[in-house]
Structures are given as structure tokens and as C-alpha cells.
């Protein structure tokens, strides 16, 4: 077989396997991204491979001096990237999660809830509010993510790298007065909001509120 024949059936072998390999992904993981950023495994497993990320949600007027309460809550996307620790260059896989967050008047609660294979849940914890259980009024909260981890694949086991939280619509909301009554009518100035949870607090395993992340504040004129 001369050179430019063993080529060709060089490539055709290649794009077989390659065909049959993002044919068997598992549902909601996408595509390998080659030379990308490399994550090293964390140092403690967590049983039975989940880990948390985290974000901590702030609703203020835009001079910070006042906080708000928001109409309806926001829409946020949650998006996981994994990472392989080798060899170079190393290679990346990533999953999106939605969720609408909301103030029911006592509580926040969630809505529409969309997770995917390895963003299997999202839960959201209180914050900081004022008044009473039947008249209170909340301008921040706790949102927080489990993520598989590591994600195996037939190309490797892949480590969370970082979880990116990114608002995606943003409702209208009130500013919150000294006397913990709502006061005046303000949009935001932007629908887009972002914050990292780089796993600086090492992705604690347990699902749970008193995990710490990332933090965002959205601000509203």
C-alpha cells in the first residue's frame, strides 16, 4: 500500500471511531472541547460522587443603599465544566442546567426546574430578609448545584473545573425601606448577571445551605 492510499484509510478509520464515540455520549453532555484548561482530580473524594457548587444571589438599588425585593425572580442557567487532568493538551466537557428562582411572600421557591445527566439537582436556601413569616419581605438567597464528579468517560475521567451561575432574565422589583415595607418601583439595569464557583472551597461534598460559593449582586435603578 503506497502513502497516499494508507492516508486515506488512516482518515476514514479515524472518523468511524470518532462517529461511534459522540454516538454513545450519555444524554446532555456535550461534545469533548480538545486543548482546553486541565483540572487535576480533588484531593478527597466525596461518596457517592457528587460534589456542591454554590452562588450567593444579592438584589440591591444601584447606589448598594437599599435592598430589593424582586417582582417574580429571575431565570438562571447553571453551567458545569469538567476537565481532564492529562495528558496535554487536555480535554473538556460541559452541561447547562435552568431554573427560575421566585419570592412566594415567606420563602423563595423554585420553578421550572430543568437539570441534566451529571447537574442532577438545585436546591435554593434563604437569606437575608426582615418582617414577619406572614409580612416579610427577602432581597437575597442561596442557590446551589450537585454536580457529578468526576464524569467518566471512554476518553477519561473528567473533573469539575468550575460551575459558571449566569441570570438570564430578570424581573422588575421593589426597593425594601428602613421600615421593611416596599417602596419604590425599579428595573434592573441589566438581564444578565454572572458569577464563577471556581471550587475555591474545594466543592464540599454534602448538598447542603451552609455550602459557600461564588456571589452575585444584581442591581436595579
Same mark, same amino acid.
Given at each position: 500500500m503506497n502513502t497516499r492510499m494508507f492516508l486515506v484509510v488512516l482518515a476514514v478509520v479515524v472518523v468511524v471511531l470518532m462517529s461511534g464515540f459522540?454516538?454513545?455520549?450519555?444524554?446532555?453532555?456535550?461534545?469533548?472541547?480538545?486543548? *482546553?484548561?486541565?483540572?487535576? @482530580?480533588? +484531593? &478527597?473524594? /466525596?461518596?457517592?460522587?457528587?460534589? #456542591? =457548587?454554590? $452562588? %450567593? !444571589?444579592?438584589?440591591?438599588?444601584?447606589?448598594?443603599?437599599?435592598?430589593?425585593?424582586?417582582?417574580?425572580?429571575?431565570?438562571?442557567?447553571?453551567? *458545569?465544566?469538567?476537565?481532564? @487532568?492529562? +495528558? &496535554?493538551? /487536555?480535554?473538556?466537557?460541559?452541561? #447547562? =442546567?435552568? $431554573? %427560575? !428562582?421566585?419570592?412566594?411572600?415567606?420563602?423563595?421557591?423554585?420553578a421550572n426546574k430543568s437539570t441534566t445527566t451529571n447537574i442532577t439537582d438545585i436546591q435554593v436556601c434563604s437569606g437575608d430578609a426582615c418582617g414577619s413569616q406572614y409580612d416579610g419581605h427577602a432581597w437575597s438567597f442561596r442557590l446551589i448545584a450537585r454536580v457529578t464528579d468526576p464524569v467518566v468517560l471512554v476518553t477519561g475521567a473528567y473533573n469539575i473545573r468550575q460551575v459558571v451561575f449566569t441570570t438570564t432574565s430578570v424581573d422588575d422589583g421593589y426597593v425594601i425601606d428602613e421600615n421593611c415595607d416596599l417602596s419604590t418601583a425599579v428595573s434592573p439595569t441589566s438581564q444578565s448577571w454572572s458569577a464563577t464557583d471556581a471550587g475555591s472551597n474545594g466543592f464540599e461534598c454534602a448538598f447542603s445551605c451552609s455550602n459557600s460559593g461564588a456571589s452575585m449582586t444584581i442591581l436595579y435603578e
Open positions: 459522540l454516538a454513545g455520549l450519555p444524554n446532555g453532555v456535550v461534545e469533548p472541547v480538545y486543548a *482546553a484548561a486541565c483540572q487535576p @482530580a480533588h +484531593p &478527597l473524594p /466525596c461518596a457517592p460522587g457528587y460534589r #456542591t =457548587a454554590a $452562588v %450567593d !444571589v444579592e438584589h440591591y438599588a444601584e447606589t448598594y443603599t437599599r435592598p430589593v425585593e424582586p417582582d417574580t425572580g429571575e431565570t438562571v442557567s447553571i453551567t *458545569a465544566y469538567w476537565n481532564t @487532568a492529562l +495528558p &496535554l493538551p /487536555c480535554d473538556e466537557i460541559s452541561e #447547562t =442546567a435552568t $431554573v %427560575d !428562582v421566585y419570592w412566594t411572600g415567606s420563602a423563595w421557591a423554585l
